[in-house]
């Protein structure tokens, strides 16, 4: 159920939250 | 003239010693070097000038310098610790640093507020937290109905605004947090323990016991 997720969880898989791409060669 | 030294090191404009740097975070002097390899790659990337640009920034998470995006701009911000509109290297290692798997979970649970108080108010607004998933929705192509948004932002709410004063104090958040880790797994990036052997450094040092 969509009303049951957290907000910052959904956040939290922002792309422009991943800095793992910056160590990609 | 042609009579240039090998051995001449030139830094990027705010470079710092690597020996400073480890001691103020939670990265070894070689890592810092490492660190130092991969940021002179990405401010090189675009205007070779030895600092990080917004567009630099936007080209390593997008590989495109012009993609416009909420959560890359706060991060941009808070690496810019001097306000100036570049990210020097003590100001990447330092924020850097957060990400760290070693770096305790106070200091990432106190980043992530600051990064989710869009407006530096000190707390976390509800039309804050509504812009931040809206964000997210658009940026991931995903539809939600507006009544589903506010279901999502209320629920967030009931659960973490424990005063019920319509914003997320920052006690109220470590609260939060500490009840719901999963918010703070984009804090911790695996990647930096390998740093050394993904950028390695060529400058050999006299002392490297990087002992924990």
Known sequence: RPSLMNAFELISTSQGLNLSTLFEK | ?212
């Open chain 2, 1 to 212: 003239m042609g009579c240039f030294s090998s051995k001449q090191i030139k830094h990027t404009p705010g470079y710092e010693d690597p020996v400073l740097l480890a001691s103020e975070t939670s990265f070894t002097v070689s890592e810092v070097e490492a660190l130092y390899e991969l940021f002179k790659k990405l401010s090189f990337s675009i205007i070779k000038d030895g600092l990080i640009h917004k567009e630099e920034f936007q080209f390593a998470l997008f590989r495109n310098s012009n993609k416009k995006n909420l959560f890359a701009d706060r991060i941009f911000d808070l690496f810019d610790v001097k306000r100036n509109g570049v990210i020097e290297f003590g100001e990447f290692v330092r924020s850097l640093s957060v990400f760290h798997p070693k770096t305790p979970e106070s200091e990432k649970t106190a980043f992530a507020f600051r990064l989710y108080d869009l407006r530096h108010t000190g707390s976390i607004e509800r039309v804050e937290l509504k812009e931040m998933v809206l964000a997210l929705l658009s940026e991931s192509d995903l539809h939600l109905s507006e009544d589903i948004v506010e279901a999502i932002v209320d629920n967030t709410f009931k659960q973490a605004d424990s005063n019920g004063d319509g914003k997320i104090d920052e006690e109220e958040w470590k609260d939060f947090v500490k009840r719901n880790p999963a918010i703070l797994k984009n804090m911790t990036l695996p990647y930096l323990v390998d740093i050394t052997m993904s950028f390695p450094s060529f400058v050999v040092h006299s002392d490297t016991s990087d002992a924990d």
